[in-house]
């Protein structure tokens, strides 16, 4: 079903062929490992000669942002606090920090913590992200970890993208195979249900001057819910430390000692980018929970910037876009083949060093090909429409996309839907009054920057819920919030109710104070409600959607939205009165 095992018999074959005959020329190096006792970590009795330093450079979360963004990285504060913000990112940078570090350490290997791809601006996305992994083959990636945003068109398609090959699609617009990624995806806890078997290596080991390393693979458990639940049909994703754990014995039993994991889960912290302040979220007790064989972390998916140490092992995150670099140097004793010492720093990707020329001929290539429908001008805002959310969860961009997906639906013809409802999570970037992108004027929108606003390409499905059922799905955005965030759905207009923070789970939400168009809803009367595929699907584990009846499926989200831009230009930012706080 899943074609999952192509990629043993593609181009990694080589890479395998070369791994074994390693493996036979340092034997007797790696017989001396596996005899000697270990040192404590950290100390430093070895010479010279008897150790060697293992660079890695990681990044995570680039979600295909070949350009340099509009985010900024804070550097640090001036003398009355203000925080002193530098531009960083675009590919074409971040290849020229990869080049500049691996060119003081042979020894360096170059991985991502996932999300590469997905959630992508259109120069990437048009093509089915190949630019992205092309741009990668160039950094000479050698492995990542599987981010849920790799599997937001499916399984078959990462298979694709690992191999190689046509898109069936028309993704790439060369008329000429697409050759691949050449790094190795691993993912150690992602199974077919029905086998059990890995779809991609669980780990790598790899021989340094006979030393082995080896790298794990880690996907976030809770991929299911953030993806098109259909897209991951047949998957099943493991405990992220149990299977960790595992890993490791696999890897001991093979004489390997030193360990790093790859994994695509995180945390967050309140301090700069090479600060740890406070460390929370999932990852920390993912980490207290694993074998203290592993030597290194390296994290993503929750978008921060740090450089921690918990339970006494290096953990590291690079922020999101090409940034930030990490850059992890590891000493290795000759004897126990373990680690005895760990530095790691964050490196901010600054822009005044030279563009990686390879790099940015393939950014212009592609930008070449994209522009005409990139820079066509769509409609008009008046002002900044942003996705920030305030106090009650609402934000003003969410307001205006759940009131385009109503306008789409309300119709009888179309559904007949009375309210919409909006993940925040599909909106994935800002509408700027000032942001000139192709040689607009200010205030006008692109749709390339409508793009980049919804780039997932849901269809939307109207379908029937009663009162009782909308109550349920507006108690369950506080059953599951996401790690550091709310997971308060955007409402269209006419559409209102009140929230308690104080209230117990499940019982937040009076339903009472549920209203369309200023009546309370009936619980057992029934709704026309419109959501995108992945919601109407229980992404977000909003598992309510999926009881929903009578659907019907119509246009993409995108055309959606660039539709009501230009219905309704300028477009003013949504009211955010619809849903209120009660502390």
């Known amino acids: 079903m899943l074609k999952k095992y192509n990629y043993l018999i593609n181009k990694f074959n080589r890479h395998l062929a070369l791994q074994l005959c390693l493996m036979i020329l340092v034997s007797l190096a790696s017989l001396g490992c596996l005899e000697a006792s270990e040192p404590e970590k950290g100390a430093l009795e070895d010479t010279q000669e008897d150790t060697l330093e293992v660079q890695i450079l990681a990044v ?11 985010g900024k990285v804070v550097k640090g504060y001036n003398e009355t606090g203000d925080p002193i913000r530098v531009d960083a990112g675009g590919m074409q940078y971040l290849a020229t920090h990869i080049k500049e570090l691996s060119s003081e350490n042979p020894n360096t290997f170059v991985v991502s913590a996932g999300d590469s791809m997905g ?64 790094f190795q995806f691993l993912a150690a806890n992602m199974v077919d249900e029905s086998t059990n078997d890995t779809i991609f290596p669980a780990y790598n080991i790899t021989y340094v001057q006979g030393v082995p390393i080896g790298f794990i693979g880690i996907s976030l458990k809770d991929t299911p819910s953030k993806v098109t639940p259909s897209g991951v049909e047949g998957l099943r994703f493991l405990d992220e430390a149990e299977t960790i754990n595992e890993q490791v014995e696999k890897l ?68 999101s876009a090409g940034n930030v670099l990490t850059d992890i140097d590891l000493v290795i004793s000759n004897k126990t083949c373990d680690v005895i010492e760990g530095r790691s720093r964050n490196v901010i990707v600054s822009r005044d060093v030279p563009e990686d020329s390879e790099v940015s001929e393939l950014i212009e290539k592609y930008k070449s090909l994209v522009a005409p429908r990139a820079n066509k001008v769509i409609g008009n805002i008046a002002g900044n429409i942003t996705r920030a959310a305030i106090n009650s969860g609402e934000s003003a961009l969410g307001d205006v996309i759940a009131d385009a997906q109503l306008y789409a639906t309300s119709n009888p013809e179309d559904g007949g839907a009375v309210v919409a409802f909006m993940n925040p999570g599909g909106i ?9 992108s192709g040689g607009e004027l200010p205030g006008q929108v692109t749709y390339g920057e409508a793009f980049s606003v919804q780039p997932f390409g849901n269809n939307l499905v109207t ?12 108690e369950q955005q506080f059953d599951n919030p996401s790690p550091g965030s709310k997971r308060i759905l955007q409402v269209s207009k006419g559409f209102s109710y009140t929230w308690n923070e104080s209230a117990p789970t499940g019982e937040k939400v009076n339903i009472s104070s549920i209203k369309i168009n200023g009546t309370s809803i009936d619980p057992s009367s029934s709704y026309r409600v419109t959501v995108n ?16 009846t ?30 209120v706080l009660e502390k």
């Open 60 to 70: 995570n979360d680039l979600h295909g942002q070949l350009e340099p963004s509009a």
């Open 119 to 182: 959630a992508s601006p259109l120069l990437s996305s048009l093509f089915h992200d190949e630019p992205t992994i092309k741009a990668l083959n160039m950094m000479e990636l050698d492995f990542s970890a599987v981010g849920n945003h790799e599997l937001d068109k499916g399984i078959d398609e990462l298979i694709r993208i690992q191999n190689g090959d046509s898109d069936p699609t028309g993704g790439n617009l060369r008329n000429s195979s697409f050759e691949g990624a050449q």
């Open 252 to 319: 001991k039993d093979k004489g390997v000692e030193t360990i790093v994991v790859i994994i695509h889960d995180g945390g967050s912290q309140e301090g700069l980018y090479n600060e740890s302040l406070n460390m929370s979220g999932p990852i920390v007790d993912v980490i207290k929970a694993t074998d203290d064989e592993v030597d290194v972390f390296v994290t993503g998916h929750t978008h921060q910037a740090y450089n921690a140490v918990i339970d006494g092992r290096p953990v590291t995150e690079a922020g």
């Open 428 to 436: 994935r970037a800002d509408l700027v009054y000032d942001q000139l």
């Open 463 to 474: 379908m029937t819920l009663n009162g009782t059922q909308i109550d349920a799905l507006l």
């Open 533 to 548: 595929g992945f919601l109407a699907d229980g992404g977000d584990n909003f598992s309510v959607m999926k009881t929903g």
């Open 550 to 579: 009578d659907r019907k499926v119509g246009s993409s989200d995108l055309d959606t939205f660039v539709n009501y831009l230009a219905a309704f230009s300028p477009l003013t930012p949504g009211s955010e009165n619809r849903i």
